[in-house]
C-alpha cells in the first residue's frame, strides 16, 4: 500500500502563484510515476500533469503548459506541481496519484493510488 498526502492548496488571486506537494509513503515497483489531477465543482476529474520517478519525464495538459511545473524529490518521495499565473478556471480540488508502467498518463484509471486532495480556489 501506498499513501499519497497533498499539501500547498488555498485561496489566491488571479496572477498569483501556489505550490503543491504531494508525500509518498514509498516507491515500489507499482510507482513508476506520479500524476496531478483536478476536478472543478460540477465537472469530471482532469489530468493536469504527470512527470516519471527515474528519468523525470514530464507530461502537461495542454492548459497547463508554459503555467505550470511538475517536478520530484527522489530522496524525499515527493512530487510538487508550481502552479503560476493562476487563473480562476483553476479552481479545483487537486489530487496526485501514483502509477504503474504502462498506460496513458493522462487515464485517471491507469493510476492505482490517489491522494485525498487539497483545494485551490483562485479568485478574479
Known amino acids: 500500500q501506498v499513501q499519497l498526502v497533498e499539501s500547498g492548496g488555498g485561496l489566491v488571486q488571479a496572477g498569483d502563484s501556489l505550490r503543491l506537494s504531494c508525500a509518498a509513503s514509498r516507491r515500489t515497483f507499482n510507482t513508476y510515476a506520479m500524476g496531478w489531477f483536478r476536478q472543478a465543482p460540477g465537472k469530471e476529474r482532469e489530468f493536469v500533469s504527470a512527470?516519471?520517478?527515474?528519468?523525470?519525464?514530464?507530461y502537461y495538459e495542454d492548459s497547463v503548459k508554459g503555467r505550470f511545473t511538475i517536478s520530484r524529490d527522489n530522496a524525499k518521495n515527493t512530487v510538487y506541481l508550481q502552479m503560476n499565473s493562476l487563473k480562476p478556471e483553476d479552481t479545483a480540488v487537486y489530487y496526485c496519484?501514483?502509477?504503474?508502467?504502462?498506460?496513458?498518463?493522462?487515464?485517471?484509471?491507469?493510476?492505482?493510488?490517489w491522494g485525498q486532495g487539497t483545494q485551490v480556489t483562485v479568485s478574479s
Open positions: 496519484a501514483s502509477k504503474g508502467i504502462g498506460g496513458r498518463y493522462y487515464d485517471e484509471n491507469n493510476y492505482n493510488y
Open positions: 512527470i516519471t520517478w527515474s528519468s523525470g519525464s514530464t
